[in-house]
């Protein structure tokens, strides 16, 4: 269910960041495909063993990095042609987007208890992308507001990076926790052998 909520609002945060050309937008569009990522990661993973689940918290680890590195993209290119985005779409946008974070999150908060049982790395990073989101697009919803009354790209632009920092926090939180799983050095070995 959270998987498929946050790619359904993926498709309308692209469209409307295409439509007004906003960083912020697009960063919070990838972070909605990391997030459909990390969900179906889960899912397909609670139930297979704990090497298999450390495994795949690496990966989701570096998964959430994708966001962060297309924010940071986004705004040097924003940065150079300085247009700012229309605020009103902004603004009604990512209040749509906090909507669908919260419904996750809320969805989310059950497993999250759970997670030092099972899955740890997993649950933490789905419940993290959530938690995050919902700061995030509390941000966006000011960038827009502030570009209302200063219309100006910079809000925009400055929104997309503290994004981007966001996203790079939760990888290092998860990456931890995947590493306190076992052994990373353990599982390459083992593949390679």
Same mark, same amino acid.
């Given at each position: 269910m959270v998987?498929? &909520?946050?790619?359904?609002?993926a498709a309308?945060?692209?469209?409307?960041a295409l439509a007004i050309g906003s960083v912020s937008l697009f960063a919070d569009c990838v972070d909605f495909l990391e997030d459909t990522a990390i969900n179906a990661l889960v899912f397909f993973s609670l139930t297979r063993t704990d090497r298999i689940k450390q495994k795949a918290g690496f990966v989701?680890?570096?998964? %959430?990095?994708v966001p962060a590195a297309a924010a940071f993209a986004t705004a040097v290119y924003k940065a150079v042609c300085r247009?700012?985005?229309?605020?009103?779409? &902004?603004? /009604?946008?990512?209040? /749509?987007?906090?909507?669908?974070?919260?419904?996750?999150?809320? &969805?989310? %908060?059950?497993l999250r208890r759970q997670s030092t049982a099972e /899955? +740890?790395?997993?649950?933490? +990073?789905?419940?993290?992308?959530?938690?995050?989101?919902? !700061?995030?697009?509390?941000l966006i919803m000011a960038a827009g507001c502030?570009?209302? !009354?200063r219309p100006v790209a910079w809000w925009d632009i400055t929104a997309g990076i503290i994004i981007a920092v966001i996203n790079f926090h939760a990888f290092k939180e998860v990456f931890t926790a995947a590493k306190h799983e076992g052994d990373p050095l353990e599982l390459l070995e083992e593949e390679d052998g």
């Amino acid at each position: 269910m959270v998987a498929l &909520l946050n790619l359904a609002y993926a498709a309308v945060e692209m469209a409307m960041a295409l439509a007004i050309g906003s960083v912020s937008l697009f960063a919070d569009c990838v972070d909605f495909l990391e997030d459909t990522a990390i969900n179906a990661l889960v899912f397909f993973s609670l139930t297979r063993t704990d090497r298999i689940k450390q495994k795949a918290g690496f990966v989701l680890s570096f998964i %959430i990095l994708v966001p962060a590195a297309a924010a940071f993209a986004t705004a040097v290119y924003k940065a150079v042609c300085r247009e700012a985005p229309e605020p009103f779409t &902004l603004t /009604g946008t990512a209040a /749509g987007a906090m909507a669908v974070n919260l419904v996750c999150a809320l &969805l989310l %908060i059950r497993l999250r208890r759970q997670s030092t049982a099972e /899955g +740890g790395s997993l649950i933490r +990073g789905a419940w993290l992308a959530a938690r995050n989101d919902v !700061f995030a697009d509390i941000l966006i919803m000011a960038a827009g507001c502030a570009t209302f !009354f200063r219309p100006v790209a910079w809000w925009d632009i400055t929104a997309g990076i503290i994004i981007a920092v966001i996203n790079f926090h939760a990888f290092k939180e998860v990456f931890t926790a995947a590493k306190h799983e076992g052994d990373p050095l353990e599982l390459l070995e083992e593949e390679d052998g």
